[in-house]
């Protein structure tokens, strides 16, 4: 990735937004192995210390799948480098995060420190799903979530984001003339309650922050000249490996995911 590993130096996940397509990778370090199955292998976490205060109780390990048939292999991305076969209870193996394309489907932030078992309590969760892996709004499990300041030296580089050139909660007019207010990753809500889902480029922002802002005008007008909605979607697919675009919250609905 081109720079040194450091705890927290998660960048692309430090300012995740829903919606975010991201490669993530740690380095392996060493871990004990405290039991081993056909597919799973449970190791002594290298990074997090016991928090002795926790209503959690964590014992310290993490239980990791061993091969891409383990029914929750793309829900940890945590993996285990050492063979199978050089694996034995006592023993010692290699355990990190390979180069790995996810989005981001929701971004918790807590007004304290969440008690998970282990220190340092995380202030904000992203939990992401793995490249070319649906979800559904039934599913009571989605993917996997990382602590952006975690003791883990997870590197992220942002790889897409849909709309970009918004922040969420920005209000524009179409190219018809008509109002528009944008969530994201990609939700549209019309000022006059007409018809249709988003808005026809090209895009005019009107509003930002409740003021004027006339660079980011000018960047939203030179980033809508061509394509549109449509574009927009297709290429945030091609990135996350879908075929069609999962439900995914506004990110005005904070901890409301997945509803």
């Known amino acids: 990735m081109g ?38 292998v449970s190791v002594r976490w290298p990074w997090n ?17 061993l091969a891409p048939d383990a029914r929750d292999w793309s829900d940890e991305p945590f993996q285990v480098t050492t063979p199978p076969s050089s694996l034995h209870r006592g023993g010692v193996c290699e355990v990190g995060i390979p180069d790995t394309v996810a989005y981001v489907v929701h971004v918790a932030q807590f007004s304290e420190p969440l008690d998970v078992g282990w220190f340092p309590r995380p202030n904000t969760y992203v939990s992401l799903v793995a490249h070319g892996v649906k979800i559904f709004p039934d599913m009571e499990e989605i993917g996997f979530t990382l602590d952006p300041d975690g003791e ?27 109002m528009w207010k944008y969530r994201a990753p990609w939700n549209w809500t019309p000022f006059d309650n007409g018809p249709g889902a988003f808005p026809v480029w090209p895009l005019h922002l009107a509003c930002r922050n409740g003021e004027e802002n006339p660079d980011a005008r000018a960047n939203v007008a030179h980033a ?36």
């Not at 210390?49 to 239980?63: C, F, V, Y």
């Not at 091609?238 to 609905?253: D, K, S, T």
Request: contains cysteine; negative net charge; hydrophobic residues 35%.
């Open 224 to 259: 809508t000249r061509f394509g549109g909605h449509g574009s927009e979607i297709a290429r945030w697919l091609e990135c996350a490996g879908l075929a069609e675009v999962p439900r995914l919250p506004p990110a005005v609905f904070g901890e409301d995911f997945p509803g």
């Open 152 to 178: 883990e030296p997870i590197e992220s580089q942002l790889i897409c984001r849909p709309y970009s050139f918004l922040e969420d909660g920005d209000e524009a007019a179409d190219s018809e003339g008509r």
């Open 49 to 65: 210390q016991i928090d002795p205060e926790s209503m959690m109780q964590w014992n310290g390990l993490r239980a990791i799948p």
């Open 3 to 40: 720079k040194e590993s450091t705890p927290g130096g998660a960048d692309a996940l430090a300012s995740a937004r829903t919606g975010d397509v991201v490669l993530i990778t740690c380095p392996s370090r060493e871990a004990v192995v405290a039991d081993i199955s056909a597919q799973y």
